[in-house]
C-alpha cells in the first residue's frame, strides 16, 4: 500500500465516523424526545388516574355502559311513542276555515255561518248554521281529500278553501 492510498482510506473512516457522529446525535435528540413526551403521558395519566384504583375504575366503566344502555333503551321508546304521536297528528283537525253571512236579507248581523274542519288530508268536514228570524238550523257535510260528495253552497265553499290553503 501506498501513502496515499492510507491517506484516503484515513481519510473515508474521518468521513464514516462523522457520519455516524451525526446519526448518534440525531439518536440522542429522537432519545430526549421520546422521553420528555413519554414522562408527559404519565404525568396526565396520574392526574387522570388519582384516587381511582383499578376496581374502582372498572366499576366505573361498568356504570357508564349500564347507563348508556337504558339511554339507548329510552330513546328507542322516545322514538316509538313520537312516531305514534305522528301517526295520531295525520287525522286531527289541524285546518280551519270560517265564513260568516247573513243567509236571510230580513235577518241582520251574520249570524249565519260554514265552518270547515280539515286534517293534514284536507279530509273532515264542513258544519253550517243557517239563522232566521224563528228557527236555525245546522247541517253537516263530510269532506274527503277536497272535496265532498254533497253540494256546497258558495259560503261553504269559500270556508273550505279557506281551510285548504292553510299549510
Aim: glycine share 6%; net charge neutral.
Amino acid at each position: 500500500m501506498t501513502n496515499g492510498s492510507i491517506g484516503m482510506m484515513n481519510e473515508t473512516v474521518l468521513y464514516i465516523i462523522a457520519a455516524m457522529a451525526v446519526l448518534l446525535l440525531i439518536a440522542y435528540i429522537i432519545t430526549v424526545i421520546l422521553m420528555v413526551k413519554l414522562g408527559n403521558m404519565k404525568k396526565r395519566y396520574k392526574e387522570m388516574m388519582q384516587g381511582v384504583d383499578s376496581k374502582d375504575l372498572e366499576n366505573m366503566l361498568l356504570e357508564h355502559i349500564s347507563k348508556v344502555e337504558k339511554v339507548m333503551q329510552q330513546n328507542t321508546e322516545i322514538e316509538m311513542e313520537n312516531k305514534k304521536i305522528r301517526d295520531i297528528l295525520q287525522n286531527v283537525i289541524q285546518k280551519v276555515g270560517v265564513v260568516r253571512f247573513a243567509a236571510f236579507e230580513d235577518v241582520g248581523g251574520d249570524l249565519s255561518y260554514a265552518v270547515a274542519l280539515l286534517d293534514r288530508k284536507n279530509s273532515g268536514i264542513i258544519l253550517s248554521g243557517i239563522f232566521s228570524r224563528n228557527s236555525s238550523t245546522t247541517y253537516m257535510k263530510p269532506v274527503d281529500k277536497g272535496h265532498s260528495s254533497y253540494k256546497l253552497s258558495d259560503e261553504e265553499n269559500e270556508a273550505l278553501n279557506k281551510a285548504i290553503s292553510q299549510s
